[in-house]
């Protein structure tokens, strides 16, 4: 608690009187602690915040026993009112004497009737040793013990009271700005006459001006801060602290000495202009300007508004578009696989979905990016968001930069009246998918960089700069890297964007995906052959699970019992599965040897004789192909291996398998 000194020679009345007096003003809101001038001891300091005294002469005594001589104030003191009416009652020029404890203080009553202006008197100095018994009317502040006989009429002013200028004083000195001490000192002034003409006026005037301001500054819903250039909080409202959620009182606290990080991070902001911030759950709307005065910086002020229902009706607006097909219908739990390596990859995409940073999916066509892209937007923050795709590739170059970024009406043939949002506004507060990144032109990356860095983007005509709040993932299935190097992608949007890489195995990487997947493609389970799961396990799927759900949609439609065979296959499996064994074995053995093998099997097949190699050797010879015995023996474990014969211990020999049948009418015989 603040405390007041005063210092007086020791009449306990007056001391009583003072205490009271302040009193009227402060309540009990300051501590009072009151010396005797005589008692003061050299060594002991006055250490209050503010010392009183009652004479210009005590001001110099009192000097050498406070801390800090910056902190006396001599009290002023007046007369109230009502006492003074009573001396202007008396006809003028009338002989007034004047009474009061010595002649020092007697002066001081006439000046500071004078100063009243009560100037048609004659005011006579009382002097007990002169007769001036002739003077029949006296006034004196309170001392009317000391009155002659001989006077008729005592005006007693009573105690003189402290002056409002004094109050004035006092309360700069504590820096109290409590409302019940202005309140007080405002009635006070009425009562009491000041002896400084208009302080009253002034101060009430002033009072009441201030008292306005302060209301419309608390009636705004806006958060209202000033902030001096020494840093000190000078205004601050309610508003403010309801929306920055503080309770303490920060009026006179630099903002430094604030404890709140996240407070203190927004009276920090080196510029903001509509700048908008989250603080805790809330969206805020920040100014910053600065406040000059006479051509120099006085300080900052701070206009902060809370725009979370404006938030909460762009989200809403957003929902809507959702419905207008802006929308990811996936979430991880349709990312079929029983692969661990893809595992791990959903295992950290979902640990990338939280954070909102840029993600790079790689991978290759058809592996399921865009099922990744969705999936990450729909476990992050933003599920709630418009989720746009857009597909760099199938876009049209002369499209791509209006598209993506809008336009301003009239900025080139053919735009529509009123202009258009680009993908990017659309996008606002969600995820934009920019897949097949890899092909977007480069004077639309360097624009695309833009964006990213600023998180703004201005329409194409429009000088106007719009702020947006977008996460981007982008895909390809192109080796950015390489394309960096070959200078195709701009390097520093390589950077960008690869912040959070995934990279989605292809298919034939991850085989043991291929039969879940096609049985989940078709809707009634079927039952596989062997040779068809060879083929389609062989088959490497370069168009990876696009091709695969084709591949399913085709069997489906294709089967005529609930067995699945080569039949049931499109042909270019069953081409590529030949393909492959051809290429295998001809790297072996040379195809002419393995063809005249084969020939001399379905002969033999058809004759119905046994192909054994002893044989087979035999018919060699007499076809007169040189193949040697070992060679023989290589070539039918290789084709029994690729499912191309098949051979059973006995009489039978080898014979062709429908596999074998299919190669030879490949190659032509
Ligand atoms: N693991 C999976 N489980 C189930 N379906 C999948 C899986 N991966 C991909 N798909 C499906 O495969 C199809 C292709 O996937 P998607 O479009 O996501 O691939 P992409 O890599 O983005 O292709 P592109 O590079 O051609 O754009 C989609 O129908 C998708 O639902």
């Known amino acids: 608690m603040k405390t007041i000194g005063i210092v007086t020679d020791g009449v306990t009345k007056l001391e009583i009187f003072l205490n009271e007096n302040i009193r009227l003003i402060f309540g009990e809101k300051v501590k009072i602690n009151n010396y005797q001038f005589k008692n003061l001891e050299k060594n002991h300091l006055i250490d209050d915040d503010v010392i009183l005294v009652m004479i210009n002469d005590r001001v110099v005594k009192v000097k050498e026993y406070v801390d800090d001589t910056s902190k006396i104030i001599k009290i002023n003191r007046s007369i109230r009112q009502k006492d003074i009416y009573k001396l202007f009652a008396l006809p003028e020029g009338m002989d007034v004497l004047v009474v009061n404890d010595n002649e020092h203080t007697i002066i001081e009553t006439i000046s500071s009737l004078y100063g009243l202006?009560?100037?048609?008197?004659?005011?006579?100095?009382?002097?007990?040793?002169?007769?001036?018994?002739?003077?029949?009317?006296?006034?004196?502040?309170?001392?009317?013990?000391?009155?002659?006989?001989?006077?008729?009429?005592?005006?007693?002013?009573?105690?003189?009271?402290?002056?409002?200028?004094?109050?004035?004083?006092?309360?700069?000195?504590?820096?109290?700005?409590?409302?019940?001490?202005?309140?007080?000192?405002?009635?006070?002034?009425?009562?009491?006459?000041?002896?400084?003409?208009?302080?009253?006026?002034?101060?009430?005037?002033?009072?009441?001006?201030?008292?306005?301001?302060?209301?419309?500054?608390?009636?705004?819903?806006?958060?209202?801060?000033?902030?001096?250039?020494?840093?000190?909080?000078?205004?601050?409202?309610?508003?403010?602290?309801?929306?920055?959620?503080?309770?303490?009182?920060?009026?006179?606290?630099?903002?430094?000495?604030?404890?709140?990080v996240e407070v203190k991070k927004i009276f920090e902001l080196k510029e903001a202009e509509d700048e908008v911030v989250k603080f805790k759950n809330k969206y805020l709307n920040i100014n910053k300007y600065k406040i000059n005065s006479f051509g120099k910086n006085t300080g900052t002020y701070f206009?902060?508004?809370?725009?979370?229902?404006?938030?909460?009706?762009?989200?809403?607006?957003?929902?809507?578009?959702?419905?207008?097909?802006?929308i990811a219908r996936y979430n991880f739990d349709d990312i079929k696989t029983q692969s661990l390596i893809l595992e791990n990859t959903i295992k950290l995409a979902k640990r990338i979905a939280k954070s909102d940073h840029t993600v790079l999916i790689t991978g290759e066509s058809g592996t399921g990016k865009e099922l990744m892209a969705q999936s990450i937007h729909n476990e992050s923050l933003r599920a709630n968001q418009p989720f746009i795709a857009v597909n760099c590739a199938a876009?049209?170059?002369?499209?791509?930069?209006?598209?993506?970024?809008?336009?301003?009406?009239?900025?080139?043939?053919?735009?529509?009246?009123?202009?258009?949002?680009?993908?990017?506004?659309?996008?606002?507060?969600?995820?934009?998918?920019?897949?097949?990144?890899?092909?977007m032109p480069v004077y639309v990356q360097t624009k695309l960089l833009r964006v990213i860095q600023e998180q703004q983007v201005m329409r194409i005509g429009s000088n106007n700069i719009i702020n947006i709040d977008v996460r981007i993932i982008a895909a390809t299935n192109r080796d950015l890297f390489k394309m960096v190097k070959e200078e195709k992608f701009r390097s520093d949007l390589y950077y960008r964007i690869n912040v959070?890489?995934?990279?989605?195995?292809?298919?034939?990487?991850?085989?043991?995906?291929?039969?879940?997947?096609?049985?989940?493609?078709?809707?009634?389970?079927?039952?596989?052959?062997?040779e068809v799961k060879n083929i389609l396990n062989k088959y490497d799927w370069p168009g990876n699970i696009r091709e695969l759900r084709n591949v399913a949609l085709y069997i489906d439609t294709m089967v005529e019992n609930n067995k699945v065979t080569i039949e049931n296959l499109p042909y270019y499996l069953l081409n590529y599965d030949l393909d492959e064994d051809i290429k295998n074995i001809q790297m072996k053995f040379g195809l002419n040897k393995i063809i005249e093998v084969i020939d001399i099997?379905?002969?033999?097949?058809?004759?119905?004789?046994?192909?054994?190699?002893?044989?087979?050797?035999?018919?060699?010879?007499?076809?007169?192909?040189?193949?040697?015995?070992?060679?023989?023996?290589?070539?039918?474990?290789?084709?029994?291996?690729?499912d191309i014969i098949e051979s059973e211990a006995g009489r039978k020999g080898s014979e062709l398998t429908n596999k074998g049948i299919r190669l030879l009418n490949k190659i032509g015989r």
Do not use: W
């Open 500 to 530: 959070l890489p995934i990279n989605i195995p292809a298919l034939k990487d991850r085989k043991e995906d291929i039969l879940m997947l096609l049985q989940s493609f078709i809707p009634n389970k079927r039952e596989l052959s062997d």
């Open 601 to 642: 099997i379905r002969d033999f097949n058809l004759e119905n004789k046994s192909a054994g190699r002893s044989s087979i050797m035999n018919r060699l010879k007499e076809k007169e192909v040189v193949i040697s015995e070992g060679e023989v023996r290589n070539i039918l474990a290789s084709l029994k291996e690729l």
């Open 303 to 326: 206009c902060i508004q809370e725009i979370t229902h404006i938030k909460k009706l762009e989200q809403n607006l957003s929902k809507k578009l959702r419905y207008s097909g802006q």
């Open 395 to 439: 876009m049209p170059e002369s499209l791509m930069e209006s598209e993506l970024f809008g336009y301003e009406e009239g900025s080139f043939t053919g735009a529509l009246r009123g202009g258009k949002k680009g993908l990017f506004e659309q996008a606002n507060n969600g995820t934009i998918f920019l897949d097949e990144i890899g092909d």
């Open 117 to 260: 202006g009560v100037n048609h008197l004659n005011f006579v100095l009382y002097n007990k040793n002169i007769d001036q018994s002739n003077i029949k009317v006296a006034v004196t502040p309170g001392e009317s013990n000391l009155v002659p006989n001989y006077i008729e009429n005592i005006i007693d002013l009573g105690h003189r009271y402290i002056d409002s200028s004094t109050f004035i004083q006092i309360m700069t000195k504590l820096k109290i700005e409590d409302k019940d001490v202005t309140k007080n000192l405002i009635k006070y002034c009425d009562e009491v006459i000041s002896l400084y003409s208009g302080i009253n006026n002034t101060y009430k005037h002033l009072t009441i001006i201030n008292e306005e301001l302060n209301s419309i500054i608390n009636l705004s819903q806006n958060g209202m801060i000033l902030i001096s250039n020494k840093n000190e909080i000078t205004i601050c409202n309610e508003s403010l602290k309801n929306i920055l959620d503080m309770d303490e009182y920060i009026v006179g606290m630099k903002v430094t000495d604030i404890d709140n």
